[in-house]
T-cell receptor
Framework: KQEVTQIPAALSVPEGENLVLNCSFT??????LQWFRQDPGKGLTSLLL?????REQTSGRLNASLDKSSGRSTLYIAASQPGDSATYLC??????????FGQGTRLTINP | GAVVSQHPSRVICKSGTSVKIECRSL??????MFWYRQFPKKSLMLMAT?????????EQGVEKDKFLINHASLTLSTLTVTSAHPEDSSFYIC???????????FGPGTRLTVT
């Protein structure tokens, strides 16, 4: 059974800092990994999807890496802004379709 | 990108009544949709997988007679909470899966409050 863990559970940093969110998964036989953003009371917005054959994906100030062999992924946010404040979730498929989510990291960027 | 909508966004109902939540893929066809439940400050819990034209597959511990799922078309899945009770109050989120590459796009969620 796939299990996903995110560290830290919460993070508060000053505006402008670069930061890293961590995600680990127990079963390395995945075919992709997704990072999502969730604002309070809202649905999920897909940020990045990394295929198993890729080592990283970039979108603007976001960079996600994937190390399948060690069961780890990181989400790097450069030059953080108050608008980046949200909960960030990583998820991996279990089997063909089901997504297993981590508990999320609640990020607060202080102006 | 692919857009998924949910209706209603918020609903308040009395205990014992039934509530229907709709999930629509607006600009793509989805043979598979998923229904999740999220408790406050918790992650998403998959309730069931909805396949167009066939019965939904429920996760262990989810009552299929209480949470009725209908996926009648390639763009619409519905979740009906029957005989709702206060413990059913939660945030319900659906997702729709694209094909090639398989990726899930999520709706904005429905906040259900049962009084």
């Amino acid at each position: 059974k796939q299990e996903v863990t995110q560290i830290p559970a919460a993070l508060s940093v000053p505006e402008g800092e670069n930061l890293v969110l961590n995600c680990s998964f127990t079963d390395s036989a995945i075919y992709n990994l997704q990072w999502f953003r969730q604002d309070p009371g809202k649905g999920l917005t897909s940020l990045l999807l990394i295929q198993s054959s890729q080592r990283e994906q970039t979108s603007g100030r976001l960079n996600a890496s994937l190390d399948k062999s060690s069961g780890r992924s990181t989400l790097y946010i450069a030059a953080s802004q108050p608008g980046d404040s949200a909960t960030y979730l990583c998820a991996v498929p279990q089997g063909a379709q089901k997504l297993v989510f981590g508990q999320g990291t609640r990020l607060t960027i202080n102006p | 990108g692919a857009v998924v909508s949910q209706h209603p966004s918020r609903v308040i109902c009395k205990s014992g009544t039934s509530v229907k939540i709709e999930c629509r893929s607006l600009d793509f066809q989805a043979t598979t949709m998923f229904w999740y439940r999220q408790f406050p400050k918790k992650s998403l819990m998959l309730m069931a997988t909805s396949n167009e034209g066939s019965k939904a597959t429920y996760e262990q511990g989810v009552e299929k007679d209480k949470f009725l799922i209908n996926h009648a078309s390639l763009t619409l899945s519905t979740l009906t909470v029957t005989s709702a009770h206060p413990e059913d109050s939660s945030f319900y989120i659906c997702s729709a899966e694209t094909s090639g590459p398989y990726e899930q796009y999520f709706g904005p969620g429905t906040r259900l409050t049962v009084t």
